[in-house]
């Protein structure tokens, strides 16, 4: 096979046809994603706005409000403009926008919810001492690391799956550029990269994991230990929410990153990755922010304050 010419463009194959079926689904997508920037957008301005919730558990949720809303940004509109205009091409430098904008939200979100995990940890098991095992100091230390560890490794990864020559079959079969999709075709040996893509997800990904697991696990049997039935339900609640969460997050992703791609299809990684962009941001204010009392009681004080301003 040809090697391409790299300075022609993508073709991105898209995730609907035009059949009515599939209209009825590209419009749905469409609202859930607005659904998801207008929620994480009025958690952002809640938390931002009410000083009852200028705390470093509302400050790491308002992080992740930022990275979803930025994760549906990177995907959606160009999707949505791909379909509507039919045309469906992306130039080589969009694709390494793409990939690495995409890595460095998901990959800083991975260790994020590993840090609210450990906030979570701290303030059931630790309370007393909160102020000082959660310091505003090691908030804002591992929101910067989470930033940092997700650009870094959307950069490294963007850049080595550009590095490869492509094959004048540069139809790419997915609706967004992603780097396990992208090497499908490669004109080149791509197995040592595949090793190192491979050992970064597991520090990326399973590590994170492995913390989150710990940290709820020792929220758990605190919970286990208290004598109130109320209050052990609604933490049992909470931590099953927060799990379920995070189990969608990174199942996806692990089945994208971490499974050899001779064991996944393209409809497959397809659907997967429709999961963890579209789905999963549209999820995390619901179950991590607006069904919190202290959230709930913000945003009264803010409609309030609105309608008061429409009287005046």
């Known amino acids: 096979m040809n090697i391409w010419n790299t300075t022609s463009d993508f073709i991105l194959l898209g995730l609907f046809n035009h059949t009515g079926a599939h209209l009825f689904l590209f419009v749905m997508v469409l609202i859930i994603a607005f659904t998801s920037l207008v929620d994480n957008a009025l958690m952002i301005f809640l938390i931002h706005q009410d000083a009852r919730l200028h705390t470093p558990m509302y400050f790491l949720l308002s992080q992740l409000s930022l990275m979803d809303m930025m994760d549906v940004c990177t995907v959606v509109p160009k999707m949505a403009a791909d379909y509507l205009t039919g045309k469906k091409t992306i130039s080589l430098a969009g694709c390494g926008l793409q990939i690495f904008f995409f890595l460095t939200l998901g990959a800083g979100e991975c260790f994020l919810l590993a840090a609210m995990s450990y906030d979570r940890y701290v303030a059931v098991c630790h309370p007393l001492r909160y102020p000082i095992l959660m310091s505003w100091q090691l908030c804002l230390r591992m929101t910067m690391g989470s930033w940092f560890l997700g650009a870094a490794d959307g950069l490294m990864q963007a850049a080595a799956t550009l590095s490869f020559p492509f094959c004048d079959a540069h139809e790419i079969d997915h609706f967004f550029c992603e780097a396990p999709t992208l090497l499908r075709l490669a004109c080149a040996d791509t197995v040592v990269f595949e090793y190192v893509m491979y050992i970064c997800c597991v520090l990326m990904l399973l590590v994170p994991f492995s913390l989150i697991l ?13 004598r109130s039935r109320e209050a052990r339900k609604k933490a049992f609640a909470t931590c099953s929410s927060h799990l379920c969460v995070v189990g969608l997050l990174y199942g ?13 299809s393209a409809n497959y990684d397809k659907i997967v990755s429709v999961f963890y962009t579209i789905f999963t941001p549209v999820l995390n204010p619901i179950i991590y922010s607006l069904r919190n009392s202290d959230v709930k009681g913000a945003l009264r004080k803010c409609l309030s304050q609105c309608a008061i301003l429409s009287h005046d």
Do not use: D, E, G
Not at 218 to 225: C, G, H, S, Y
Not at 252 to 264: F, G
């Open 252 to 264: 996806a992703a692990i089945s994208i990153y971490m499974k050899p791609k001779s064991y996944r």
């Open 214 to 226: 710990i940290s709820y696990s020792l929220i758990l049997a605190a919970v286990l230990q208290m």
